[in-house]
């Protein structure tokens, strides 16, 4: 899962950045409001975390700008500026959560979980397909019980497919959301990626359609 954090102030943003990618999410920052619009246009993100307070544009210009676009990607807004009216124009402006300076770092991934969760119209905090079980609150993954140890892209991988179960995911598209920018990003490797899964966690929850890409069936 891939994460745009909006932040001008550098070691804010540089704590958000750490704890994200600690949390399993690719990650790419922005330090103003004109960098995060043509970010949010060229690049494909599960949700971004956006500050109002930044140069060259204000952050509720850009979330104005990506909503009138028809953008949908989920958007939690920060602020130092508590106030209620403050709260309801950022909703109003297409904000899906906000945020008041200073906050707690469990909070704010708690809120970003809740909101890839609702995206991708996930009920449970846990994903689970069978006897596989995901827990993105502590970054777990186990089978029949059993915990499976999985590298930083490999969880990326299964963590974008159970929260789009029974829809078929090019390899393009998981491309997108398991890298962030800076990286050079290849989507031959989402094959070895996969081929990695079926051997730790067994070869029955990822089915590959052919020519098309892959799908992890819902949890009955």
């Known amino acids: 899962m891939r994460i745009l954090v909006v932040e001008d102030e550098a070691s804010l943003a540089r704590q958000l950045a750490t704890a994200l990618g600690h949390a399993g999410y690719a990650v790419d920052c922005a330090a103003d409001g004109e960098r995060a619009h043509i970010l949010g246009h060229d690049e494909e993100y599960d949700a971004v975390v956006l500050d109002l307070g930044l140069p060259k544009m204000d952050g509720l210009t850009v979330l104005r700008l990506w909503r009138e676009a028809g953008l949908a990607v989920p958007v939690l807004v920060l602020t130092a500026r508590a106030s209620w009216h403050e709260k309801v124009t950022g909703i109003d402006s297409g904000a899906d959560d906000y945020l008041a300076k200073p906050f707690r770092m469990e909070e704010l991934l708690a809120r970003l979980r809740a909101l ?21 609150r502590a970054g777990k993954v186990t089978v029949d019980g059993a ?20 829809r078929v995911v090019s ?5 997108e959301h398991i890298y962030a920018q800076s990286f050079d990003r290849d989507s031959n490797t989402v094959e070895v990626f996969v081929a990695r899964l ?8 990822i089915e590959t ?3 098309l890409g892959y799908r992890m069936k819902a949890d009955s």
């Open 209 to 211: 359609v052919r020519g």
């Open 171 to 175: 390899q393009s598209e998981l491309t």
């Open 116 to 136: 890839i969760r609702r995206a991708s119209r996930q009920v449970n905090p846990e994903l689970r397909c069978g006897t596989l079980v995901l827990d993105p």
């Open 198 to 205: 079926r051997r730790k966690l067994g070869p029955s929850f």
């Open 147 to 166: 915990i499976a140890r999985l590298t930083s892209h490999e969880f990326r991988v299964l963590s974008y497919l159970m929260h789009h179960p029974d």
